[in-house]
């Protein structure tokens, strides 16, 4: 069971480069979610798509756009890359409707630098 | 909106020992809580959830969370610390949303266990 799979699982990216963070999921999940974390700061939430056809802003969306391609993938891409944000980049998915608890199913993990 | 509180940023502690990790949230209504453990360059794993029921609630590895009302917190312990459990832990509390709910996770606690 691959469960939440994202790629790539580093880059290095110039400052204005553009890109995109792939994640899939196979739990038949309705949300994922797009975190970013850093140190100190826990993990803090860029993007979330609550179903398949929609998305939404969490805390910290300036630089990113998403993609809710359907139901088991959820991209994230960088428009012109910043230092600001580099960061370790979380895909997440969860069950989303009926007894929705909120646990999330995290992927291991995209390790962004921008230089 | 919710918010979590770690009170440490890092525990050191000898194999064998006692630890516990505190974690206190904000909120008035009833509240999902989960532990979150992150090992060194992996994803996020849940540790333990505090759903409703039982207060104190246990992970297969030895750790267990009390849920306090009253106080708002829910502490992680664990009697005698290993080696391996060396990592980073997360506390989250879920948010409840329009569409369901989602997390909210403190800054994160790093426990280092020494030999």
């Known amino acids: 069971n691959a469960g939440v799979t994202q790629t790539p699982k580093f880059q290095v990216l110039k400052t204005g480069q553009s890109m995109t963070l792939q994640c899939a999921q196979d739990?038949?999940?309705?949300?994922m979610y797009w975190y970013r974390q850093d140190p100190g700061m826990g993990l803090r939430l860029i993007y979330y798509?609550?179903?398949?056809?929609?998305?939404d802003k969490g805390e910290v969306p300036n630089g990113y756009n998403v993609s809710r391609l359907n139901k088991r993938e959820f991209s994230l891409r960088l428009e012109s890359a910043a230092p600001s944000q580099t960061s370790v980049y979380f895909c997440?998915?969860?069950?989303?409707?009926?007894?929705?608890?909120?646990?999330?199913?995290f992927g291991e993990g995209s390790r962004l630098t921008v230089l | 909106a919710q918010s979590v509180t770690q009170l440490d940023s890092q525990v050191p502690v000898f194999e064998e020992a006692p630890v516990e990790l505190r974690c206190n949230y904000s909120?008035?209504?009833?509240?999902?809580l989960f532990w979150y453990v992150q090992y060194p360059n992996q994803g996020l794993q849940l540790l333990l959830k505090?759903?409703?029921?039982?207060?104190l609630v246990e992970s297969i590895n030895g750790f267990e969370a009390e849920f306090n009302k009253s106080q708002t917190s829910f502490h992680l312990r664990k009697p005698s610390v290993h080696i391996s459990d060396t990592a980073e832990y997360f506390c989250a509390v879920s948010e409840t949303m329009e569409y369901g709910n989602k997390l909210v996770f403190g800054a994160g606690t790093i426990l280092r266990v020494k030999s």
């Open positions: 997440a998915s969860s069950e989303g409707r009926g007894r929705n608890t909120g646990e999330l199913f």
């Open positions: 909120s008035s209504v009833s509240v999902y």
């Open positions: 798509s609550a179903s398949e056809g929609t998305t």
């Open positions: 505090y759903l409703s029921g039982s207060t």
């Open positions: 739990m038949n999940h309705n949300s």
